[in-house]
């Protein structure tokens, strides 16, 4: 994918929406990956022993998955400079059907003397949002 030039961004472009579904197996398969093995993460009589409505993603996965919006958009995950967010909420994964986390984003800045911009994200599941100030500074052409 060719990477984005800084003449052709513009403040208020909308990034492609995107959904993304997690289920219990993409836990299972990121806990491996990440070595975050917390129970609260598989195992529903853990989680719900601890106050939590059932199995939880973990927050970096949702994360990770969410900043795919503006790497696909950008065309290079190595131009993203800064990425920050708050966790608001956990995203609740069931295990009939699993959960979809819902990715939209905007660009709030142009700088074209250093030829960056920062991108907004919002992420939400369940009609809540999960990811609270979620910014992205990236690199552009």
């Known amino acids: 994918m060719r990477v984005k030039s800084h003449t052709e961004v513009t403040v208020g472009e909308e990034l492609t ?3 993304l579904h997690v289920d219990r197996a993409t836990l299972v398969h990121y806990a491996g990956a990440s070595g975050d093995r917390n129970v609260i993460h ?3 009589q853990t989680a719900r ?3 939590l409505p059932d199995v939880i993603a973990h927050g970096m996965w949702t994360m990770g ?3 795919e919006a503006v790497t696909d958009w950008v ?3 190595a131009r993203v ?3 920050r967010t708050r966790f608001t909420r956990p995203v609740v994964v069931p ?3 699993g959960a979809d986390v819902e990715v939209t984003a905007v660009v709030t800045s142009v700088d074209p003397d250093t030829r960056q911009s920062v991108v907004e994200l919002t992420a939400s599941s369940a009609g809540q949002k999960v990811l ?3 910014t992205a500074r990236v690199q552009l052409d």
């Open 17 to 19: 929406a995107r959904t």
């Open 42 to 44: 598989w195992d529903e």
């Open 49 to 51: 022993a601890v106050g």
């Open 65 to 67: 998955a969410a900043i």
């Open 75 to 77: 065309g290079d995950p």
């Open 81 to 83: 400079l800064e990425y």
């Open 95 to 97: 295990h009939d059907g």
């Open 132 to 134: 609270g100030r979620c």
